[in-house]
């Protein structure tokens, strides 16, 4: 049987004070390094040794359920990316088109959209883009378009979130890293189409 690789602990936890999204790579170690977890909010520890791969890891008193927590973390730091870039890369919408950098404008976070809640929206010239975050839950609503029309102006893309936690446990892996978690994500935010899917669009 081949054994299901994962990763370590988690890459990012939240600033305790600023309540940003901080990369291990970015903050100081053990616990000095002020951060909580994203779902139980318990204190982290930031592991940055020399034999294993760089992560967070939890103290010993979970307060929570924290399956979820590489996926949520993953979720708050490309929102966190979004936030800061203001653009998204993504393919053209035909097959054979050129992909490019969007330009987000007026950016929202958790917005009711077609029965489901959107991440993020923004404007794109006289568009409504709504962006979805997809962790593969298979509990969260997904949007239903069918109602909509031309006049809504509106383009829905899904962003694959397990897509980007495959590739940070590759980078994980890796015995001598190029660069760091927040790097990765928002090369694959801004960067690249990868990961990235129309989801709804009026044309």
């Given at each position: 049987?081949?054994?299901?690789?994962?990763?370590?602990?988690?890459?990012?936890?939240?600033?305790?004070?600023?309540?940003?999204?901080?990369?291990?790579?970015?903050?100081?170690?053990?616990?000095?390094?002020?951060?909580?977890?994203?779902?139980?909010?318990?204190?982290?520890?930031?592991?940055?040794?020399?034999?294993?791969?760089?992560?967070?890891?939890?103290?010993?008193?979970?307060?929570?359920?924290?399956?979820?927590?590489?996926?949520?973390?993953?979720?708050?730091?490309?929102?966190?990316?979004?936030?800061?870039?203001?653009?998204?890369?993504?393919?053209?919408?035909?097959?054979?088109?050129?992909?490019?950098?969007?330009?987000?404008?007026?950016?929202?976070?958790?917005?009711?959209?077609?029965?489901?809640?959107?991440?993020?929206?923004?404007?794109?010239?006289?568009?409504?883009?709504?962006?979805?975050?997809?962790?593969?839950n298979p509990t969260t609503p997904k949007p239903d378009f069918s109602h909509i029309t031309v006049d809504d102006a509106l383009i829905a893309i899904k962003l694959d979130l397990k897509q980007m936690?495959?590739?940070?446990?590759?980078?994980?892996?890796?015995?001598?890293?190029?660069?760091?978690?927040?790097?990765?994500?928002?090369?694959?935010?801004?960067?690249?189409?990868?990961?990235?899917?129309?989801?709804?669009?009026?044309?």
């Open positions: 049987m081949v054994k299901k690789v994962t990763f370590e602990g988690i890459p990012f936890g939240i600033d305790k004070d600023s309540g940003r999204v901080k990369d291990v790579f970015s903050v100081a170690r053990g616990m000095d390094c002020h951060c909580i977890c994203p779902v139980c909010k318990t204190d982290l520890i930031a592991k940055q040794g020399d034999l294993k791969a760089w992560h967070f890891s939890h103290t010993t008193d979970v307060q929570g359920d924290c399956e979820r927590s590489l996926l949520t973390s993953i979720k708050m730091m490309v929102r966190q990316v979004l936030q800061d870039e203001e653009q998204l890369f993504i393919g053209h919408l035909m097959v054979g088109g050129s992909a490019g950098a969007m330009p987000l404008k007026t950016l929202s976070f958790d917005v009711p959209i077609c029965g489901a809640t959107a991440d993020v929206t923004a404007s794109v010239g006289d568009y409504t883009v709504a962006l979805f975050l997809d962790d593969h936690e495959r590739r940070l446990i590759k980078l994980q892996g890796e015995s001598t890293m190029d660069g760091n978690f927040t790097e990765l994500l928002s090369h694959m935010v801004t960067g690249e189409a990868d990961g990235k899917e129309w989801i709804y669009h009026p044309d």
